[in-house]
């Protein structure tokens, strides 16, 4: 049973870099067919795909954020990490790591669309 496990700051200034890190357990990021994903929740919106780290080291990120967005792991820890830079209060969300069967989703997913899911960290933008 793969656990995901979501971590990083809980407040994150105007205009700065909002890093997140997602450490897998129970399974490894280079397992074949595997796709490690960042999801994101505003209050009152839809799960939002940001972007997915591929078992094979693919990235595919979200049109709409891909300017701001970086995706990358380090396998031998067993993590993988979210970069968003420039932040605004929009990005202000509940920020989740989820495992999925493909390298990339439409803008806004359903939980059924992975597997697994970690706990979720709240982000917030706010000076």
């Known amino acids: 049973q793969v656990q995901l496990v979501e971590s990083g700051p809980g407040l994150v200034k105007p205009s700065q870099t909002l890093s997140l890190t997602c450490t897998v357990s129970g399974g490894a990021i280079r397992t074949n067919g595997a796709y490690w994903s960042w999801i994101r929740q505003s209050p009152g919106n839809e799960l939002e795909w940001i972007g997915t780290y591929g078992w094979a080291g693919s990235t595919s990120l979200n049109p709409s954020l891909k300017s701001r967005t970086s995706i990358s792991a380090d396998t031998s820890k067993g993590l993988f990490t979210l970069q968003l830079r420039s932040v605004t209060p929009e990005d202000t969300a509940v920020y989740y790591c989820?495992?999925?069967?493909?390298?990339?989703?439409?803008?806004?997913?359903?939980?059924?669309?992975?597997?697994?899911w970690g706990q979720g960290t709240q982000v917030t933008i706010s000076s």
């Open positions: 989820a495992r999925g069967r493909t390298p990339s989703y439409r803008p806004y997913v359903d939980r059924s669309d992975f597997n697994s």
